[in-house]
């Protein structure tokens, strides 16, 4: 059974950065798509990003600009680069992996926090 590894989350000041980490483990598909979701307490789940396996992205108007997503297909990981965090991007974050067949699988998340 595969699954995904998510690291890199914690506590950052307003402005600063940090880099998130997805890798897939075990017995994973074939993977197409991999994104990041995120979700802050209260709220619906919302994507922040995702990349195919061709490399074509998709970010969300709230991120662009300050959030770069990224993924190495031969290690099966994604990355998520953010730069110039705010308070309102605070939320933990879920790595998802999509694959050729209606497959899909989540990672466990993991808290970005970001402090005024």
């Known amino acids: 059974q595969g699954q995904l590894v998510e690291s890199g989350g914690g506590l950052v000041q307003a402005g600063g950065s940090l880099r998130l980490s997805c890798a897939a483990a075990?017995?994973?598909?074939?993977?197409?798509?991999m994104g990041w979701y995120r979700q802050a307490p209260g709220k619906q789940r919302e994507l922040v990003a995702d990349?195919?396996?061709?490399?074509?992205?998709n970010v969300a108007d709230s991120v662009k600009g300050r959030f770069t997503i990224s993924r190495d297909n031969a290690k099966n990981t994604a990355f998520l680069q953010m730069y110039s965090l705010k308070p309102e991007d605070t939320a933990v974050y879920y790595c998802?992996?999509?694959?050729?067949?209606?497959?899909?699988?989540w990672g466990q998340g993991t808290l970005v926090t970001v402090s005024s």
């Open positions: 998802n992996a999509r694959g050729y067949s209606r497959n899909e699988v």
């Open positions: 075990g017995n994973i598909f074939t993977i197409n798509v």
């Open positions: 990349i195919t396996r061709l490399g074509t992205t």
